[in-house]
């Protein structure tokens, strides 16, 4: 899972909103960033946010395509797309407020007949200005 001990500690016993769950790199304008997955608060930004926010959504995009499968790695999957964003965005908008908007393509397969079931359009807000993920939602819409 995305959160290993050291992480989950920081982020629920400690509520450490600051603490880096993980990064990324990300060039930008001609300057290397490193794009970052904070535990963040519910309500703004961040792991907490997503998960209080979209958890839900993210888990049924791993039923849809596999009925009954391990819904756990909702965040493992969340945080895929968001690198995918980076790497191969679909569409982008912004920035605006110093946020940018991205999207990436994600193809489901189901795990037991091996076949592909549909694709998704993530939706992934980036703060390009504090360097972080702000939101991820599993859309259907391909664009910003």
Do not use: E
């Not at 930004?45 to 979209?54: A, Q, T, V």
């Not at 946020?99 to 037991?112: A, F, H, P």
Request: glycine share 8%.
């Amino acid at each position: 899972m995305l959160l290993d001990p050291v992480d989950w500690a920081q982020c629920h016993t400690f509520n450490n909103a600051s603490w880096v769950i993980i990064d990324y790199p990300l060039w930008w304008d001609g300057v290397k960033k490193t794009m970052k997955l904070k535990c963040g608060i519910s309500g703004t930004s961040g792991w907490f946010h997503i998960r209080d926010g979209k958890m839900d959504q993210w888990k049924g995009r791993i039923t849809q395509a596999t009925p009954g499968a391990n819904t756990d790695p909702w965040d493992d999957l969340m945080w895929w797309g968001a690198t995918m964003s980076l790497d191969y965005p679909y569409s982008n908008s912004g920035p605006t407020n110093g946020k940018v908007c991205m999207t990436t393509q994600i193809d489901m397969y189901n795990l037991n007949t091996q076949s592909f079931v549909y694709s998704f359009f993530p939706t992934y807000s980036w703060s390009i200005t504090d360097d972080r993920l702000v939101t991820a939602i599993p859309s259907t819409n391909p664009g910003c």
